[in-house]
Protein backbone atom coordinates (compact mmCIF):
# COMPACT_ATOMS: atom_id res chain seq x y z
CA UNK A 1 0.00 0.00 0.00
CA UNK A 2 1.35 3.51 -0.91
CA UNK A 3 -0.43 6.70 0.16
CA UNK A 4 -0.22 9.97 -2.78
CA UNK A 5 -1.31 13.65 -0.87
CA UNK A 6 -1.91 16.50 -3.03
CA UNK A 7 -2.06 19.82 -1.62
CA UNK A 8 -2.87 23.05 -2.88
CA UNK A 9 -1.99 25.78 -0.82
CA UNK A 10 -3.91 29.26 -1.23
CA UNK A 11 -2.76 32.91 0.03
CA UNK A 12 0.93 32.11 0.51
CA UNK A 13 3.23 34.49 1.46
CA UNK A 14 4.12 35.86 -1.38
CA UNK A 15 8.24 36.12 -1.03
CA UNK A 16 8.24 32.58 0.70
CA UNK A 17 7.24 31.71 -3.03
CA UNK A 18 9.99 32.70 -4.32
CA UNK A 19 12.76 31.96 -2.38
CA UNK A 20 14.66 29.01 -3.49
CA UNK A 21 16.62 28.69 0.17
CA UNK A 22 13.39 28.62 1.88
CA UNK A 23 11.32 26.13 -0.58
CA UNK A 24 14.49 23.87 0.15
CA UNK A 25 14.00 24.37 3.72
CA UNK A 26 10.10 23.54 4.00
CA UNK A 27 10.72 20.59 1.87
CA UNK A 28 13.58 18.91 3.80
CA UNK A 29 11.35 19.74 6.72
CA UNK A 30 8.15 18.22 5.40
CA UNK A 31 10.47 14.89 4.19
CA UNK A 32 11.83 14.76 7.63
CA UNK A 33 7.96 14.90 9.21
CA UNK A 34 6.80 11.95 7.32
CA UNK A 35 10.29 9.90 7.82
CA UNK A 36 12.00 9.75 4.80
CA UNK A 37 15.12 11.11 3.75
CA UNK A 38 16.28 12.87 0.61
CA UNK A 39 17.97 10.51 -1.74
CA UNK A 40 18.41 13.19 -4.63
CA UNK A 41 16.97 16.49 -5.40
CA UNK A 42 16.67 19.15 -7.65
CA UNK A 43 15.31 23.11 -8.01
CA UNK A 44 14.45 25.40 -10.64
CA UNK A 45 13.83 28.87 -10.39
CA UNK A 46 11.39 30.39 -12.94
CA UNK A 47 12.61 33.53 -14.36
CA UNK A 48 10.69 35.92 -13.68
CA UNK A 49 9.27 34.70 -10.56
CA UNK A 50 8.65 30.88 -9.31
CA UNK A 51 9.91 27.77 -8.39
CA UNK A 52 9.96 23.87 -8.83
CA UNK A 53 11.66 21.80 -6.46
CA UNK A 54 11.66 17.57 -6.65
CA UNK A 55 13.27 15.06 -4.46
CA UNK A 56 13.35 11.57 -4.93
CA UNK A 57 13.17 10.80 -0.98
CA UNK A 58 13.58 6.86 0.81
CA UNK A 59 9.89 6.17 0.42
CA UNK A 60 9.10 7.46 -3.43
CA UNK A 61 8.84 11.28 -4.45
CA UNK A 62 8.07 15.26 -3.05
CA UNK A 63 7.84 17.83 -4.66
CA UNK A 64 6.32 21.61 -4.46
CA UNK A 65 5.86 23.83 -7.40
CA UNK A 66 4.99 27.89 -6.30
CA UNK A 67 3.25 30.73 -8.00
CA UNK A 68 4.17 33.79 -6.38
CA UNK A 69 2.16 35.93 -8.76
CA UNK A 70 -1.22 34.01 -7.12
CA UNK A 71 -0.12 33.21 -4.30
CA UNK A 72 -0.38 29.62 -4.67
CA UNK A 73 1.72 26.64 -3.60
CA UNK A 74 0.90 22.65 -5.13
CA UNK A 75 2.81 20.04 -3.39
CA UNK A 76 2.93 16.25 -4.24
CA UNK A 77 4.02 13.91 -1.61
CA UNK A 78 4.09 9.52 -2.50
CA UNK A 79 4.94 7.56 -0.01
CA UNK A 80 5.08 3.86 0.29
CA UNK A 81 5.35 4.12 4.42
CA UNK A 82 2.09 5.45 6.06
CA UNK A 83 2.20 9.44 7.24
CA UNK A 84 0.28 11.43 9.27
CA UNK A 85 -1.20 13.60 6.79
CA UNK A 86 -3.12 15.90 9.15
CA UNK A 87 0.15 16.99 10.39
CA UNK A 88 2.18 17.05 7.37
CA UNK A 89 -0.74 19.59 5.72
CA UNK A 90 -0.81 21.79 9.19
CA UNK A 91 2.82 22.31 8.75
CA UNK A 92 3.08 23.15 5.10
CA UNK A 93 0.35 25.57 5.57
CA UNK A 94 1.93 27.39 8.52
CA UNK A 95 5.45 27.27 6.40
CA UNK A 96 3.97 28.85 3.38
CA UNK A 97 1.39 31.32 5.46
CA UNK A 98 -0.80 29.95 3.42
CA UNK A 99 -4.83 30.72 4.12
CA UNK A 100 -6.28 28.56 2.96
CA UNK A 101 -5.66 24.77 1.45
CA UNK A 102 -7.28 21.79 -0.79
CA UNK A 103 -5.43 18.50 0.20
CA UNK A 104 -6.63 15.35 -1.28
CA UNK A 105 -5.16 11.79 -0.23
CA UNK A 106 -5.64 9.02 -2.10
CA UNK A 107 -4.20 4.96 -1.48
CA UNK A 108 -2.35 3.25 -4.45
CA UNK A 109 -3.19 -0.21 -4.22
CA UNK A 110 0.29 -2.35 -4.79
CA UNK A 111 -0.16 -5.90 -5.73
CA UNK A 112 1.93 -8.30 -8.17
CA UNK A 113 0.91 -8.41 -11.78
CA UNK A 114 -2.36 -10.24 -13.00
CA UNK A 115 -3.42 -9.93 -9.34
CA UNK A 116 -6.03 -8.35 -7.36
CA UNK A 117 -5.47 -6.93 -3.65
CA UNK A 118 -7.12 -8.86 -1.34
CA UNK A 119 -10.21 -7.66 -0.41
CA UNK A 120 -10.08 -5.02 -3.03
Known amino acids: MAIQVTADLYGCDRSVLDNEERIREIAKSAIASI ?12 QPIGITYFAVISTSHFSIHTWPEYGYAAVDVFSCRE ?22 RIERKVAPLGEKEKGA
Open 83 to 104: FVVEKLTESLKEAFGASETKIN
Open 35 to 46: GAEIVEECVHKF
